[in-house]
C-alpha cells in the first residue's frame, strides 16, 4: 500500500481555512458527479438500490474523497486507477476514459461494479482522476445478473475487463462498446448505466480542471497532499493511543458444511496497524473468493468508522495501515478463482475477523477514545439476500431482489441495545432503503404474508442485538417461483462482546401446502416454491453485550411487553422471573439468576492453568488497575476479573486460563458448532462468549507488549515468569481440526 | 408614519409565529405597515394579539378599529411543528394489519449521531401501542381475508383502557384500494368510543405504500390537539371584531381554513418555511423574476428552497421533521447555516463553522450574554460588516470587543490572528450556503447562471451576492420586507386545497379509468373550495398525474389539459412526461419501451382571496443615492484587505437608486452587502436588485 510522503511543500499558501474550502469545493464537485450518475443512469439497482458512487483520486490515485451512497467503492476506485497507471503509465492522455471491472486485473469490488476512470488534465499535466462506479444489473456469465454460485472459474461468471479505454483522446471507442454490448444481458440498460458513468466523469473533469487552473496546478496539488497528510498525521496520532501489542483472532466463513479458515493477527506498534491474514485457507472454486483491496476497503471502512467518524474519508485513513495476505488463499485468490461474490462473502468474514482484533486492542487501550465503541460483531457483514425468477403465463420473466433478508439486527454496544434491521447490504452505515411492500406486490406476482423483526432472543446480553428482518412471501399469479440463495453465516453466528453471547444465523425455509418446513442451504440454487406454498427468510442478527444475566430486569419486561421474547425466554436466558402483571419480580429474579450462576459454574470446565493463593501472594498487585477487556483488568503482571477479584492469569499467560469454560453446543441440524464461553471462577459470569466449529481451540487472544513483556520474579519452585504459554492462540497457522476444510 | 389610505379601506393581515418573535405585516393596498412582538409558546394567540396591537399603534388605529377593517386575516403557525419536535402530541396507537405490526417502528434509514453511534429511530407510536388484526385486501381491491370487528374492539379496548391511548390511527395494506376495512374500524370506534379521534390513513391520504401512508395517519392523530391554541385565537379575533375568518398557511404553500386545518393539522407541519417561500414568491414575481432559489438565513439555520417557472419546486415523499411522509408540501432543505453558527477547530487542525449553533441562549459571544465561542455575527462584527450600535436597527448593541476576544481565543488554536479567524468563518460559512445552493439547482439538473437568489431571514444579506459570485448566479433579490418576509406569505398566499387518489395502472389502460378518477377527485376539490366560500368564479382546479416507467422510484408530475381525459390527451401527456423527462435527465436516458404507470392522480384547488400586495412606487430614473458615511470592512485576507466602504440607509433610497460595490446598505433590521463588482438598485416595490456590474 501507498506510504505517505514527507511533505515538502509550500507550506506557507495554505493554512486552515484555505485548505477547509478546498476540501469543501473537491466533495462538493465528487457529489455532484455522484448526483449525474442518480439522474443519468436507469436501472433499478441505481436509482432505487442507490448501489453507486464517485470517487475523486489524485494524479497518483490516492484517494481524496467520494460521493454517492457506497462508500466501500472509494478504496476499490483507488486500486482500479492505480492498476490503470500501472498497466498504461505515460500513454494517459487527455478526454481518456477507462473501464474495469475484473478483480484480478484491476477492478471494482466485483465484475458487476465496473469502474469507469478519467483522469483529469489541466493543459497536458495530470492532476487528479475521477472514478465511477455502479451496479450492472448483469455482465454476462452463465446466469441471468451474473451471481453464479455454481461457477468454478472467473471465466464462468461474465465478462472480464481489465483496464481499456472507452474514450481515446474525447473520441469513443467503438470497438471496445461493440464489445461489451455483445457480452452482456440487458445491453441497452447497461450501456445506459455505463454513460450515466462517463457523464459523471466529465462533470467531475470539468470542475476540477476549473477548480485547479484557478489554483495554479502546483498548489492544487500541494493543497490536496495537505488534506490527505493532516488526516494521516490524525489517524497516527490515534493509532498511537491504542496498546502496542498482538491481538489476533479467527473465524471461519461457510460453504455448504464446509468451513474455511480466515486468521488475522493484528500487530499495534506505534503509529501502525498490521493485519497479517497468514493462515487463511487456499482459495477454492467458488465464487466467495475475494481480493487483498477489497478486505482492506472493508477494514478501511469499518475502522474508519471507529476511530475517524470525524475524519474525512481519504487516504489518510489507510497509510498508517497494512494489510498482509497471503496469495493463492481466499482473502488473496488469483485467476482463474470465481470472484463475483468477493465483496459480500469472505470479505465481509475476514474484515470483521481484522475489526475483532482491533476491539480487542482497544478494549485493552485506557488512553484511546474510540474504546467507546466496543460492541459485538458488525451485523452488516452476515447477509441472507437471495433473488427470484419467474415466469407468468405468457412467458413474461421477472427478476428480483428479497433483499430484506441482508436487514441483519445490530450487535449490542456499550450501554446501548443493537437496532432492528439496521445493518445494509453494502457498507457499514448506509442501509439500502426498504422496499414497500404494496409496491414488491404491484411489481412481482409475489404475495407478502409477514414482514417483521425476528422473533426470540436473538443476540442476548445486558445489551441485547437487536433482530434481523423474518418475512414471508409466496407466489401469486404465477405456478412457482425459482430462488438462489446469497446467504453467508448460516452456522455460525456473529459473536458478541463482553461475555454477550452470539447472535442468531441466517434462516431459509420453504413451507409447504401440508404445513411442512423445510430448511434450505445458504447457497442453494434452483429453490422452487410452488403456487400455496411460502418462502420465509430469517435474517441474522449481532451478538449482544455483556453478560445476559446481568440485563436490567426491567429492560427484560419491556422486551417481554414488546413481544420480542415471550416470558419462557425471560426465565431460561435472562433469569427474569414474573409474578403477576408486567413487573418482574426482583426477589425471584435475584434468586433465579443465582441459580442459573451456579449451574454454570457446576457445568463448566475448570481452569486450565489454575492459580493457587500462593502464587497470587507473592506477586506485587499494586498500582491502578488497567482494562484489559471490559470485565478484565490487568494489576502488574496479575490479570483480574474487575467484578469478583478473581485472579485470571499471570503474564505472559492469557487472561482466559484461569477462566473456567463452559461449552454448550449449538442446538440444531448441520456441521457442529459449540458456544464456548469464559467464566469468572467466583461468580460464574461470562467474560467472552465465542462461536467456533466443534474441535477449534480459543478463537482469540488479547496481548498487549506491557502485558507480555511483565517479568514475574522466580519463584521457589523454579517456574519462570516468562515462560511460554500452554494456552492454545488463535491464528497460529495450525491445522483446523474436525469438519474445517483446511 | 403613513396613514391608511381612505379609499382602500379593507386591510390584509399576515401573522408568522417564530419561536422567538411574532412577526405582523399589514397591508392595504398601498402601503405596508410592519411589528414584532414576543411569541408565547403557552398560549399562541397572546403573542398574535400583542404583534395586532403593536401594527395597529402604527396605523394610528385601535386594535379593534383596526381588525374591524380586515378583510384577510393569514398565519403561519409553529403550533403543530412545535408539538413534533417537543413530543408533545396525543398518546396514539395504531390498528393495523396481522402480519406487519412492526414496520412503522423500523424507521426509514438510521441517523449517525454525533458522538458516532447509530440512532434508533424516534419513536411516536411505541411496539406497544400498535395492534395487528386479521384481514386481508388484496392489489386489486379484493377481500382475501374478512375482518373481524370484534377483534378491532378488542384491539382498542386494549389500547384505550390499557395503554392508555388519547388517539387512533387505522392503516391497513391496501386500505387505499378498498377503504372498507379501515371504514367499518372508524365506524366501529366512533360508536364505542366517540371521544377518541380515529385517523384513517386510507382516507385521509389514499396514496399507495403502507409506510408513509400509515406514517401520515399516525402524525395526523398525534397532533390532533395541537390545535387549542388556535380555536382560542379565533374566539379572540372575533371578539375583537375581525369579520374575516382566519386562514392558515400549509406546507404546501397554500392557506386553508381552520375546519380543513382541524381535519389535517400534519398538514400544518412547514407553515412557517412555506409562507416564506410564498412571500419570496410574491416578491419575485413583481420584480419579473420566475425562475430563482429562496435563501432564508436565520440563527441556526439556511433554509433553501427553488422556485422554476413561478412554481415553488414540490417534494411528496420524504423527511419531515424525522418521519418519512407522502405530504405534498413546499421542497424546502435546511442546512445548519445560520449567525448563530460557531466556528471551531476539528482533529485535523482546521476551520470549521456549524452545525452547532450558539441559539438565542447564550447567543453569540457579541450579545454579552456568556457566549464564548465564535459564531458568524461575531465574525461579522469583527470584519466590520454588522455596525455593533446599529444591529436590528440599533435595538440591540453588540459587544465588539467580546466578538474580537471570542475569535482571538479560536484564532489561538489556529496560528491566525482574529481578524484571520474572523474571515475564516465568513468563508467558511459562505463555502456551505454556495455548496448548499449549487447542488440544490444541480441535483435536478438545473443550472445556476439562469436563477436568481432570494435572501431573507437575520443575516442573509450580508452573504447572499457573494454566494451569486461563487455559483455564478446573475441576480440577487433582497425584498425591502426581508425580515418578515413569512408574515407577509401568510397575507398573500391563496386557498389551495388538493386531493390524492392512487392508481399504479399503465398508461396505456386507456382514458376511462383516468377520467373517472381524475373527474372524480376535481369535483370533490371544488366542493372542497366551495365549502371554505370561495366564490365559483375565484376558484380553478387542475389535476395533475404522477408519471414514472414502470419499476422507477421517482415521479414526475405532468398537468393534465383538464379532467375530461381522452386518448389524445394522454397521447400528449405521454410525449410531454418524454420532454420533461428528458430535460431533467438527459435525453440519451430514455427507454420508450419500458411501459409508463400513471402512479397518482393528484387535483389542486386554488380559491383566490384577497391578498396583500407590496406597494408599487414611482420609479425615479435619476435618484442620486447619498451616502451616511462610510465603514472599514475587510473584503481581501491580509494587508489590503481592509477597505472603506461607502454606507447607505434604507430610508435615503428610493425606487430608482442605484449603488456601486462595495457598499453597505442598513435596511432597518437586516443589512445588504454590495461586493465590488456589482450594482444595487432599487426597483418600484423597494426591492433591492444586486447584479454584476455591467
Known amino acids: ?742 | 408614519m403613513t396613514k391608511p389610505s381612505r379609499t382602500k379601506p379593507s386591510l390584509c393581515v399576515g401573522v408568522d409565529v417564530g419561536g422567538t418573535f411574532t412577526d405582523v405585516v399589514v397591508s392595504d393596498g398601498s402601503n405596508v405597515w410592519r411589528a414584532k412582538a414576543l411569541s408565547t409558546p403557552d398560549d399562541v394567540g397572546r403573542g398574535v394579539i400583542d404583534a395586532c396591537m403593536a401594527v395597529a399603534q402604527q396605523l394610528g388605529l385601535s386594535a379593534s378599529a383596526m381588525l374591524a377593517r380586515v378583510e384577510r386575516f393569514g398565519l403561519g403557525t409553529t403550533a403543530v411543528t412545535n408539538a413534533l419536535a417537543a413530543h408533545t402530541g396525543l398518546r396514539t396507537g395504531l390498528i393495523t394489519t396481522r402480519g406487519f405490526e412492526d414496520i412503522l417502528p423500523l424507521s426509514r434509514g438510521q441517523l449517525v449521531r454525533e458522538d458516532g453511534w447509530l440512532a434508533p429511530p424516534a419513536q411516536i407510536v411505541p411496539r406497544e401501542r400498535i395492534v395487528g388484526v386479521a384481514g386481508r385486501i388484496d392489489r386489486d381491491g379484493a377481500e382475501t381475508e374478512p375482518l373481524d370487528v370484534d377483534e378491532v374492539l378488542g384491539a382498542a379496548a386494549h389500547l384505550i383502557e390499557v395503554e392508555g391511548v388519547e388517539a387512533l390511527a387505522v392503516s391497513f395494506l391496501w386500505g387505499f384500494r378498498n377503504p372498507a376495512h379501515e371504514d367499518l374500524v372508524l365506524s366501529a370506534i366512533e360508536a364505542a368510543y366517540p371521544g377518541i379521534p380515529c385517523i384513517s390513513g386510507a382516507r385521509l391520504y389514499p396514496v399507495i405504500r403502507e409506510y408513509e401512508r400509515t406514517m401520515l395517519a399516525v402524525l395526523n392523530a398525534y397532533v390532533a390537539g395541537a390545535f387549542t391554541g388556535i380555536d382560542a385565537l379565533t374566539g379572540r379575533l372575533q371578539e375583537l371584531g375581525c369579520k374575516a375568518s382566519l386562514l392558515l398557511v400549509h406546507s404546501g404553500g397554500g392557506s386553508i381554513t381552520v375546519p380543513e386545518a382541524r381535519r389535517f393539522p400534519i398538514g400544518l407541519a412547514e407553515s412557517g418555511p412555506a409562507a416564506g417561500v410564498a412571500g419570496a414568491l410574491a416578491v419575485a414575481t413583481t420584480s419579473n423574476v420566475g425562475d430563482l432559489v429562496t435563501c432564508d438565513m436565520g440563527g441556526t439555520s439556511f433554509d433553501v428552497s427553488v422556485i422554476s417557472g413561478w412554481s415553488p419546486t414540490r417534494q411528496t415523499r420524504g423527511d419531515l421533521m424525522g418521519y418519512w411522509t407522502p405530504l405534498s408540501r413546499v421542497d424546502i432543505e435546511s442546512i445548519g447555516a445560520g449567525g448563530g453558527s460557531i466556528g471551531w477547530v476539528d482533529a485535523r487542525g482546521m476551520l470549521r463553522v456549524g452545525p452547532h449553533s450558539a441559539g438565542a441562549v447564550p447567543g453569540p459571544a457579541c450579545y454579552g450574554r456568556g457566549g464564548e465561542a465564535p459564531t458568524v455575527t461575531d465574525a461579522l462584527v469583527v470584519l466590520g460588516y454588522i455596525d455593533p450600535s446599529g444591529f436590528l436597527g440599533g435595538g440591540m448593541a453588540l459587544d465588539s470587543e467580546l466578538a474580537t476576544r471570542s475569535c482571538d481565543l479560536l484564532g489561538r488554536l489556529l496560528g491566525l490572528d482574529p481578524e484571520e479567524t474572523a474571515w475564516g468563518i465568513r468563508q467558511i460559512a459562505l463555502e456551505g450556503m454556495a455548496r448548499a445552493v449549487r447542488s440544490r439547482l444541480v441535483n435536478r439538473g438545473l443550472d445556476p447562471r439562469q436563477y436568481a437568489l432570494i435572501s431573507y431571514g437575520g443575516c442573509g444579506g450580508l452573504f447572499t451576492a457573494d454566494i451569486a459570485r461563487l455559483i455564478g448566479s446573475p441576480t440577487v433579490l433582497v425584498p425591502a420586507l426581508a425580515s418578515v418576509l413569512s408574515a407577509f406569505g401568510a397575507a398573500t398566499s391563496d386557498i389551495r386545497r388538493e386531493r390524492v387518489c392512487s392508481l399504479a395502472v399503465p398508461l396505456s389502460v386507456g382514458p376511462a379509468p383516468i377520467r373517472g378518477a381524475a373527474e372524480d377527485l376535481a369535483t370533490q376539490v371544488e366542493d372542497d373550495l366551495a365549502s371554505d366560500g370561495i366564490a365559483a368564479a375565484d376558484r380553478s382546479v387542475v389535476v395533475e398525474a404522477d408519471l414514472r416507467f414502470t419499476n422507477q422510484v421517482a415521479e414526475l408530475a405532468i398537468r393534465l389539459p383538464s379532467p375530461s381525459v381522452d386518448a389524445a390527451m394522454l397521447d400528449r401527456v405521454q410525449s410531454e412526461f418524454f420532454t420533461e423527462y428528458g430535460k431533467r435527465y438527459g435525453s440519451g436516458s430514455l427507454m420508450r419501451s419500458v411501459p409508463t404507470e400513471v402512479v397518482t392522480l393528484r387535483a389542486i384547488g386554488t380559491g383566490r382571496t384577497t391578498t396583500a400586495r407590496l406597494p408599487q412606487r414611482r420609479l425615479s430614473t435619476n435618484r442620486t443615492a447619498a451616502t451616511s458615511g462610510s465603514r472599514s470592512v475587510r473584503v481581501a485576507r491580509g494587508a489590503g484587505g481592509l477597505e472603506k466602504v461607502d454606507l447607505y440607509v434604507v430610508d435615503d433610497l428610493g425606487p430608482g437608486s442605484s449603488i456601486s460595490g462595495p457598499a453597505l446598505i442598513d435596511a432597518h433590521d437586516t443589512t445588504i452587502w454590495v461586493p465590488a463588482g456589482m450594482t444595487a438598485r432599487v426597483d418600484r416595490w423597494s426591492t433591492f436588485v444586486l447584479e454584476v456590474t455591467r
Open chain 1, 1 to 742: 500500500m501507498t506510504k505517505h510522503k514527507s511533505a515538502t511543500l509550500p507550506r506557507a499558501t495554505f493554512d486552515p481555512i484555505a485548505l477547509e474550502v478546498l476540501r469543501n469545493r473537491l466533495e462538493a464537485t465528487i457529489e455532484e458527479a455522484a448526483s449525474t450518475i442518480q439522474r443519468t443512469a436507469i436501472s433499478p439497482v441505481v436509482t432505487e438500490g442507490l448501489d453507486f458512487s464517485a470517487t475523486l483520486l489524485d494524479a497518483d490515485g490516492r484517494l481524496i474523497c467520494g460521493g454517492g451512497f457506497v462508500k466501500y467503492h472509494w478504496w476499490a476506485a483507488a486500486h482500479a486507477v492505480k492498476s490503470t497507471i500501472a498497466r498504461y503509465g505515460d500513454a494517459i492522455a487527455p478526454g481518456d476514459v477507462f473501464l474495469a471491472n475484473d478483480p484480478h486485473t484491476g477492478g471494482g469490488l466485483h465484475l458487476g461494479d465496473v469502474m469507469v476512470q478519467r483522469p483529469i488534465f489541466v493543459g497536458n499535466k495530470r492532476v487528479a482522476w475521477a472514478a465511477l462506479s455502479s451496479h450492472l444489473m448483469d455482465i454476462g456469465g452463465m446466469v441471468p445478473g451474473s451471481f453464479a454460485p455454481a461457477a468454478t472459474e472467473c471465466f464462468q461468471e461474465g465478462l472480464r475487463i481489465p483496464p481499456v479505454r472507452l474514450f481515446r483522446a474525447d473520441v469513443e471507442v467503438t470497438d471496445v462498446w461493440d464489445l461489451v454490448r455483445t457480452n452482456i444481458r440487458l445491453a441497452t440498460q447497461g450501456e445506459m448505466d455505463l454513460r450515466s458513468l462517463v457523464a459523471g466523469c466529465h462533470v467531475a473533469q470539468e470542475r476540477i480542471a476549473v477548480l485547479a487552473e484557478s489554483m495554479g496546478v502546483e498548489d492544487f496539488a500541494a493543497g490536496i497532499a495537505m488534506l490527505l497528510e493532516s488526516c494521516a498525521t490524525e489517524m497516527r496520532r490515534r493509532i498511537g493511543m491504542i496498546a502496542d501489542g498482538t491481538y489476533e483472532a479467527v473465524n471461519w466463513a461457510e460453504w455448504g458444511e464446509e468451513f474455511f479458515r480466515i486468521p488475522c493477527t493484528l500487530v499495534v506498534d506505534g503509529e501502525r496497524l498490521v493485519f497479517d491474514y497468514t493462515g487463511t485457507a487456499p482459495q477454492a472454486p467458488h465464487f466467495f473468493n475475494s481480493k487483498l483491496y477489497i478486505i482492506e476497503s472493508g477494514l478501511g471502512q469499518s475502522i474508519g468508522w471507529m476511530l475517524a467518524p470525524d475524519l474525512p474519508f481519504s487516504q489518510g485513513l489507510f497509510d498508517p495501515m497494512e494489510l498482509r495476505c497471503p496469495e493463492g488463499t481466499v482473502v488473496s485468490s488469483i485467476a482463474p478463482a470465481p470472484v463475483n461474490a468477493a465483496h459480500i462473502h469472505v470479505a465481509k468474514v475476514a474484515y470483521e475477523t481484522g475489526v475483532e482484533c482491533l476491539r480487542l486492542a482497544l478494549a485493552a487501550s485506557p488512553d484511546a477514545p474510540a474504546r467507546q465503541y466496543l460492541t459485538g460483531w458488525q451485523a452488516g457483514t452476515a447477509m441472507g439476500v437471495s433473488t427470484w425468477t419467474t415466469v407468468d403465463g405468457s412467458g413474461k420473466q421477472e427478476v428480483f431482489l428479497l433483499q430484506e433478508g441482508a436487514k441483519s439486527g445490530s450487535s449490542g454496544g456499550v450501554g446501548k441495545d443493537g437496532i432492528d434491521l439496521a445493518w445494509s447490504l453494502i457498507g457499514a452505515d448506509f442501509p439500502t432503503g426498504f422496499t414497500d411492500i404494496e409496491m414488491w406486490e404491484a411489481w412481482y406476482p409475489v404475495t407478502v404474508f409477514e414482514k417483521r423483526s425476528r422473533l426470540g432472543p436473538n443476540g442476548t446480553g445486558e445489551f441485547r442485538s437487536g433482530a434481523g428482518c423474518q418475512m414471508v412471501v409466496g407466489p401469486r399469479g404465477v405456478d412457482h417461483m425459482t430462488g438462489m440463495m446469497l446467504g453467508i453465516r448460516r452456522w455460525l453466528p456473529l459473536n458478541g462482546a463482553a461475555g454477550g453471547w452470539p447472535g442468531a444465523t441466517n434462516e431459509f425455509l420453504v413451507h409447504h401446502a401440508d404445513g411442512t418446513a423445510e430448511e434450505v442451504g445458504a447457497q442453494d440454487f434452483d429453490v422452487v416454491v410452488q403456487a400455496g406454498e411460502r418462502f420465509e427468510v430469517r435474517s441474522a442478527s449481532g451478538g449482544g453485550f455483556g453478560d445476559p444475566l446481568n440485563r436490567d430486569a426491567h429492560q427484560v419486561a419491556r422486551d417481554v411487553e414488546h413481544r420480542r421474547i415471550d416470558r419462557a425466554d425471560a426465565e431460561s436466558v435472562y433469569g427474569v422471573v414474573f409474578a403477576d402483571g408486567v413487573e418482574p419480580d426482583l426477589a425471584a429474579t435475584a434468586e433465579r439468576r443465582h441459580e442459573l450462576f451456579a449451574d454454570r459454574l457446576h457445568r463448566s470446565q475448570p481452569p486450565i492453568r489454575p492459580l493457587s493463593a500462593t502464587d497470587i501472594k507473592r506477586l506485587a498487585t499494586e498500582g491502578d488497575p488497567l482494562p484489559f477487556y471490559p470485565g478484565v483488568v490487568q494489576r502488574g503482571p496479575v490479570a483480574f476479573s474487575d467484578s469478583t477479584g478473581a485472579v485470571l492469569a499471570i503474564a505472559p499467560d492469557h487472561w482466559t486460563d484461569g477462566c473456567r469454560v463452559l461449552e454448550e453446543p449449538c442446538d440444531r441440524e448441520g456441521p457442529p458448532v459449540v458456544i464456548r464461553s469464559y467464566l469468572d471462577p467466583v461468580s460464574g459470569r461470562s467474560l467472552y462468549v465465542e462461536a467456533v466449529p466443534a474441535g477449534e481451540p480459543r478463537s482469540f487472544r488479547s496481548s498487549p507488549r506491557r502485558w507480555t513483556r511483565q517479568v514475574v520474579a522466580q519463584d521457589t519452585d523454579g517456574r519462570s515468569g516468562r515462560r511460554p504459554s500452554r494456552s492454545r492462540a488463535a491464528g497460529s497457522g495450525r491445522a483446523a481440526k474436525g469438519r474445517t476444510a483446511v
